[in-house]
């Protein structure tokens, strides 16, 4: 048959109207506030080595690394123990200090970070006093093996296997990573700095039950997490030696359950139990002077945080309990040839019972109005027990126990509104907060000083978003603007003073401190969002710097972003102001050490290609792009350049 004449008819097929898939945010359950979400899609295979690298890039976080490569994430120019971290809905912070090391999440499973900013969270504790960073991971996977390898400064590299399975209604998945970097410390006779970390990660989620989209209705879920980091500093500059070394251990496991359990529709259900070790030794040598310090922490915590919502047409309400139950023991031993040693209780075992109660209201109004359609007012009450106790009370000289109770209220009006292509959402927040001191922070403070009292926090912020659509123009695909501002005013505002040879921190407490700013931040998508600019840009007045240390008071970000037929390529530049904060000396005296603002740009560039139902992917990366700032940190080098090669496939 040579040639085929077809005849064309018009065949009638009913409407279908296609819509963006909306994603239900974790913080939706509390009061409305600023909210920033990094999808997986603006992360995969760009070169960001951990989750601390990827938080870089929104104006309103700095991240603050350590010599061992711990990563912990400052927001709104508030203090690492002030940021509530949570995957999945698990908290992560630890009982000793309550921190996360954001070094320890492996971006290769994470679907989307979720970085709620402000202090008037209700639902995640009494800590979350500058924010949440809520990391949520991939449930289902577009792969069954994967395999990346990465290569970069400072003889840096590091390797994971992930490996993913869908059996019916259950998702598997598991992730294993292995990596390490040799750095050299400048103007010594031998000074080297080496880090070496292993993780393994493990999920199980299985629907009991779905809904007729194929989204879970009932659900069970179980997280493994295992991580270790190991850090080595040998200094020697003549005579003078100085070595250290740190073991950090940790592990999680938690079971979470979501649905409707019998006759409780709605009921969320969490049990968690962590354990981690600290180890530390380091010596010296300086003429005729020796000595060395070794230290331990046991960090083991017992979780359950259970919440139970109600509907009633316009009004939501939701109760929830939180039990932690924590057992630290703190190791001390130190000795030298010169006669100076503390009166310190070489072992101290202590214990933290902490319960949390909260209720959320929320009620939805409509106004009648042709565009700010609906406002809303919500309501929070949050009420915390904390009792800390001695388990071995023979020496009580540093630790006196503590029974704590607090009340805290927040209420919010919000207003949303929208008309063809553009929308609007304001808010008005106001709340009061409270942070009880750590079993670290108690242990660790002078003799000399005032007990450590709750930090207590008073807040006020306004925000509003506006964004339009214009998918009929040639080349603009829409815009979004948004700004906001906010007030914190601490009382008994707990100070760090760092110790100056990378050991243990001294607490203070400062009567008041505040802390107000403006961010704003816009993004223009370009060609159905195939590029897009997004400028942020934060200014923060800070009235005790000292209580802050070393956070920028402002940030700004300018950021290109390209993603078209399998490469995807980023231009980060950033803007930092003045960091000050206080260090303690070898001698014990306390000083104020600034770190100058510093301008810089990072750039990404990456490849996909498809073979049949394999996946190959590149990447190279270049961070601090711009010349060389040599500012120096006990002998070693920061801000300088790096650059990284990752490459990988999967299957």
């Not at 097929?13 to 990094?38: A, F, H, M, R």
């Not at 403006?518 to 159905?528: H, I, Q, T, Y």
Request: net charge negative.
């Amino acid at each position: 048959i040579e040639d085929v004449y077809l005849q064309p008819r018009v065949i009638e097929l009913p409407g279908v109207e296609i819509q963006e898939e909306y994603q239900k945010l974790e913080i939706e359950k509390d009061l409305p506030q600023t909210v920033s979400v990094i999808e997986s899609r603006n992360f995969e295979i760009q070169g960001f080595v951990d989750a601390g690298d990827l938080l870089r890039i929104d104006h309103s976080v700095q991240i603050d690394e350590e010599l061992s490569g711990k990563k912990t994430a400052a927001i709104r120019g508030g203090n690492p123990d002030e940021v509530v971290v949570l995957y999945n809905g698990v908290k992560l912070n630890n009982t000793y200090d309550n921190v996360f090391d954001l070094s320890l999440i492996d971006l290769e499973d994470v679907d989307r970070l979720e970085i709620i900013k402000g202090s008037n969270t209700a639902l995640y504790g009494p800590e979350a006093f500058s924010g949440v960073i809520n990391i949520v991971p991939k449930i289902q996977q577009d792969y069954n093996i994967r395999f990346q390898q990465r290569l970069g400064t400072y003889r840096s590299g590091n390797w994971g296997l992930h490996l993913y399975k869908k059996f019916d209604r259950l998702h598997s998945s598991y992730s294993l990573k292995r990596g390490g970097t040799e750095r050299e410390i400048a103007d010594l006779d031998e000074g080297k700095l080496e880090n070496t970390t292993l993780h393994h990660t493990a999920n199980l989620s299985y629907s009991l039950s779905e809904n007729p989209d194929g989204s879970p209705q009932n659900s069970i879920g179980v997280m493994w997490l295992y991580t270790s980091l190991d850090y080595e500093n040998r200094q020697r500059d003549g005579n003078d030696s100085e070595n250290e070394f740190q073991n950090n251990f940790n592990h999680l496991v938690s079971f979470r359950y979501s649905g409707n359990l019998l006759k409780f529709r709605n009921f969320d259900l969490s049990v968690s139990w962590r354990r981690l070790e600290d180890d530390q030794f380091s010596s010296f040598t300086s003429g005729q002077l020796t000595g060395s310090q070794e230290s331990g922490i046991e960090d083991k915590s017992f979780h359950i945080n259970a919440e139970k919502r109600y509907e009633f047409g316009k009004a939501d309400l939701l109760f929830g309990y939180q039990l932690q139950k924590a057992d630290l023991l703190n190791e001390l031993k130190i000795s030298n040839n010169f006669g100076q040693l503390p009166d310190i209780p070489p072992r101290l075992d202590l214990e933290r019972t902490h319960h949390g109660f909260v209720a959320i209201g929320k009620l939805r109004g409509d106004t009648g109005s042709d565009f700010l359609q609906n406002f809303n007012v919500d309501l929070s009450l949050r009420h915390d027990r904390v009792n800390d106790t001695q388990a071995d009370a023979s020496d009580s000289r540093t630790f006196v126990g503590n029974d704590w109770q607090e009340t805290m209220a927040k209420f919010s009006v919000n207003a949303v509104g929208y008309r063809e292509d553009l929308s609007t959402n304001a808010f008005l927040n106001f709340g009061t907060n409270v942070k009880f001191p750590t079993l670290f922070q108690q242990v660790n403070t002078p003799e000399d000083a005032v007990t450590l009292e709750p930090e207590k926090n008073s807040s006020f912020e306004g925000g509003v978003v506006i964004s339009r659509e214009t998918t009929d123009h040639p080349s603009i695909y829409g815009w979004q603007v948004s700004g906001n501002y906010f007030l914190n005013n601490y009382d008994d505002k707990l100070v760090e003073v760092r110790n100056l040879l990378g050991g243990r921190s001294l607490f203070l407490s400062t009567e008041t401190a505040r802390i107000s700013g403006f961010e704003a931040k816009s993004s223009l998508f370009l060609f159905r969002k195939k590029l897009t600019v997004d400028f942020g840009w934060s200014r923060y007045f800070i009235s005790e710097k000292e209580a802050f240390p070393f956070k920028s008071d402002f940030q700004r970000t300018l950021t290109f972003s390209v993603d078209h037929a399998g490469y995807s390529f980023q231009i980060h530049g950033f803007k930092e102001g003045e960091q000050v904060g206080l260090l303690r000396t070898t001698s014990g005296d306390i000083v104020q050490v600034p770190l100058p603002d510093y301008t810089n740009l990072d750039v990404h560039l990456s490849k996909t290609f498809e073979i049949g139902k394999f996946k190959v992917f590149a990447n190279a990366s270049a961070r601090n792009l711009l010349e060389d700032d040599n500012t120096e940190l006990l002998g070693l080098t920061i801000r300088d350049r790096r650059f990284y090669f990752t490459f990988g496939a999967q299957y």
